[in-house]
């Protein structure tokens, strides 16, 4: 008698639990849209999961949880599912606040001498995350390169590779700035979080900067 009556009520904890989750997940989706600074998000999103666990809570110890249907509770399980999966698609296509980002040298169809070149530009919001990428033209990958550093007054700058040492001499590459300010989930989401070094595209939903063509000489 004990065991069938404590099954039903560890599945009906688990779909509980499982919800709860999700509403987790579907809130913080949610208010990503509309928190952008990072400290704001989290603080929010530790707000609405600590009132939602001791609304769990609280509904355990009075036993409404364990008296209510398995297909009642697995139905609001699924719906909760469904609901964080609709909020965090909305969330992928949410446009990234704008912002102005150039790149002032290499200038367009400059020859640059050797693998090494200091990529310099100008982004109008110092906070900015600033993304630095050279695609040579042959093969057409992109590399992104080390995170450039910005000053206070929206200056920025990276010492770029063109190739290698011994490798890509006489060849083509593009360079191109990126920048975003957005909080993690919104940066993540977008694919605007890139790693350093080889990836197969860059992101559509972005600040994009003047593209510059150059030739590398030696």
């Known amino acids: 008698m004990t065991t069938t009556t404590t099954e039903p009520n560890m599945l009906n904890r688990t779909l509980a639990v499982i919800a709860a989750v999700a509403d987790v997940s579907a809130v913080?989706?949610?208010?990503?849209?509309?928190?952008?600074?990072?400290?704001?998000?989290?603080?929010?999103?530790?707000?609405?999961?600590?009132?939602?666990?001791?609304?769990?809570?609280?509904?355990?110890?009075?036993?409404?949880?364990?008296?209510?249907?398995?297909?009642?509770?697995?139905?609001?399980?699924?719906?909760?599912?469904?609901?964080?999966?609709?909020f965090w698609a909305s969330l992928a296509s949410v446009k990234v606040t704008p912002i102005q980002i150039k790149i002032d040298a290499p200038q367009e169809g400059e020859k640059i001498d050797g693998y090494r070149y200091v990529v310099k530009g100008t982004v109008n919001d110092p906070n900015a995350g600033v993304y630095v990428v050279v695609r040579p033209l042959e093969p057409l990958d992109y590399w992104v390169q080390e995170r450039p550093t910005v000053d206070a007054t929206g200056n920025w700058q990276v010492n770029a590779y063109f190739g290698e040492r011994s490798a890509g001499v006489g060849e083509g590459y593009e360079v191109i700035a990126l920048a975003t300010r957005e909080n993690f989930l919104v940066t993540l989401v977008t694919g605007n979080f890139l790693r350093v070094g080889k990836t197969n595209s860059i992101p559509d939903n972005t600040n994009r900067s003047n593209l510059a063509t150059v030739t590398r000489t030696r």
Not at 41 to 64: D, F, H, K
């Open 28 to 86: 913080s989706a949610l208010i990503a849209q509309f928190l952008r600074q990072d400290t704001v998000l989290v603080l929010a999103i530790v707000a609405v999961s600590v009132i939602l666990i001791l609304i769990l809570s609280w509904l355990i110890q009075r036993g409404w949880i364990d008296r209510s249907s398995i297909v009642i509770l697995g139905i609001l399980c699924l719906a909760s599912i469904i609901i964080a999966a609709v």
